[in-house]
T-cell receptor, first 112, second 114 residues
Framework: QKEVEQNSGPLSVPEGAIASLNCTYS??????FFWYRQYSGKSPELIMF????GDKEDGRFTAQLNKASQYVSLLIRDSQPSDSATYLC????????????FGSGTRLSIRP | DVKVTQSSRYLVKRTGEKVFLECVQD?????MFWYRQDPGLGLRLIYF???????EKGDIPEGYSVSREKKERFSLILESASTNQTSMYLC?????????????FGPGTRLTVL
């Protein structure tokens, strides 16, 4: 079974700086990757989906995928206090694109 | 706008009770999921359903069963609740796209078993 690993944090970043979140995965066959954000007491919500090698940008968020090194990262530029949350990396199961395996998440704290 | 609802936000049950958690989605999604989330362990898949009356076990199915009689409704059943089933339970649904399916989550049910 695949494994998805993340540093649990907390990662503390000053407001306005770049927050960098990393995720490694065990299956070289993984094709697509998800980043979910979960605020305290709330449910996860999808913020980024990346399929191919390289970078994908959406506003202040950039997902970077490096299949050779088997890691995917999420960069948050101009970090805001509202970005304080737990960020979950996820990859589909090899046997079914519909099921995904979540990492345990990295807790991010943006300090004013 | 996708909406996934769960029957209760908070539930307190006693050891040995039979517990039903219900989830309803309104976007005609084929897939539905039940997860539990515990500190330090992340989201773990209990059961997955890809069609009415169809189900697959996830990582931690022991002590749980599921029912999907209608496309929009997916129920999680704890046959005999135990204290180690105290957790946050999250339901999710997704549309099959074949290219990595985004999952939409309900608000969660925090279950406490005494």
């Amino acid at each position: 079974q695949k494994e998805v690993e993340q540093n649990s944090g907390p990662l503390s970043v000053p407001e306005g700086a770049i927050a960098s979140l990393n995720c490694t995965y065990s299956d070289r066959g993984s094709q697509s990757f998800f980043w979910y954000r979960q605020y305290s007491g709330k449910s996860p919500e999808l913020i980024m989906f990346i399929y191919s090698n390289g970078d994908k940008e959406d506003g202040r968020f950039t997902a970077q995928l490096n299949k050779a090194s088997q890691y995917v990262s999420l960069l948050i530029r101009d970090s805001q206090p509202s970005d304080s949350a737990t960020y979950l990396c996820a990859v589909p199961w090899y046997s079914s694109a519909s099921k995904i395996i979540f990492g345990s998440g990295t807790r991010l704290s943006i300090r004013p | 706008d996708v909406k996934v609802t769960q029957s209760s936000r908070y539930l307190v049950k006693r050891t040995g009770e039979k517990v039903f958690l219900e989830c309803v989605q309104d976007m005609d999604h084929e897939n539905m999921f039940w997860y539990r989330q515990d500190p330090g362990l992340g989201l773990r898949l209990i059961y997955f359903s890809y069609d009415v009356k169809m189900k697959e076990k996830g990582d931690i199915p022991e002590g749980y069963s599921v029912s999907r009689e209608k496309k929009e409704r997916f129920s999680l059943i704890l046959e005999s609740a135990s204290t180690n089933q105290t957790s946050m339970y999250l339901c999710a649904s997704s549309l099959v796209t074949g290219d990595g399916d985004e999952q939409f989550f309900g608000p969660g049910t925090r279950l406490t078993v005494l």
